[in-house]
């Protein structure tokens, strides 16, 4: 009897991992082909994300290079600690038609795809000791971060007063130790969307 039960127990505890397995395997493929992230991805990553960042620090600020950063941090600071007021760069794509006016206030960033001006008034901040958190809601390549880090690095903030966050992140800014502290969604590329429109 004793060994009957050891052997169905045995049975059901195998048959448990190997469902779970099954599953989180299952989970990964449908996340790996998902290809829109809709308004209650982007609140449960905002309460992931701010649950995680609460954790370990309580930002004095937060800086995004544009709109679709700003949308997104507007979600995650209503749950963090004080709600720090957002700085708003202004991101242009480079193959856009149009191009912005630039003022001399700001630290002027240029990637590949896109020139990014974020307000000099961020600087005031550095005074105050606080933690600066950098809020995007894409990092493909992950070099933006990285400049815009060693732009308020030599505006005179400690390094480790900067973290950053965004919303996706790629395996290759992953790879290439250029992804963001904290992130909710990995994406093979930029072939998804998000409510606003097209990753890029």
């Not at 045995?10 to 996340?31: M, Q």
């Not at 982007?42 to 649950?51: E, F, P, R, V």
């Not at 606080?130 to 030599?154: C, H, K, P, Q, Y």
Request: with cysteine; proline share 4%.
């Amino acid at each position: 009897m004793n060994s009957a039960m050891t052997v169905g127990g045995l049975v059901v505890g195998l048959a448990g991992v190997l469902l779970t397995i099954f599953y989180a395997r299952k989970a990964e493929r449908l996340n790996s082909i998902r290809k829109r992230l809709d308004w209650s991805d982007l609140q449960a990553a905002a309460s992931d994300l701010s649950q995680k960042i609460r954790a370990d620090f309580t930002p004095t600020a937060v800086v995004t290079p544009g709109l679709t950063g700003a949308t997104f941090a507007n979600l995650l600071v209503t749950d963090l600690p004080n709600q720090p007021p957002v700085y708003v760069g202004i991101r242009t794509w480079k193959e856009a038609a149009h191009s912005a006016g630039y003022t001399s206030d700001s630290f002027r960033i240029e990637t590949k795809k896109w020139i990014v001006e974020i307000p000099a008034s961020v600087s005031a901040l550095i005074e105050s000791q606080g933690d600066i958190l950098i809020v995007d809601d894409f990092a493909m390549s992950g070099d933006f971060l990285e400049m815009l880090r060693t732009e308020l690095v030599a505006a005179g903030f400690q390094k480790e007063q900067i973290h950053s966050c965004s919303l996706a992140v790629t395996k290759v800014a992953i790879k290439n130790h250029k992804a963001p502290d904290y992130y909710w969604w990995i994406a093979d590329d930029d072939d998804f969307y998000f409510p606003w429109g097209k990753a890029r």
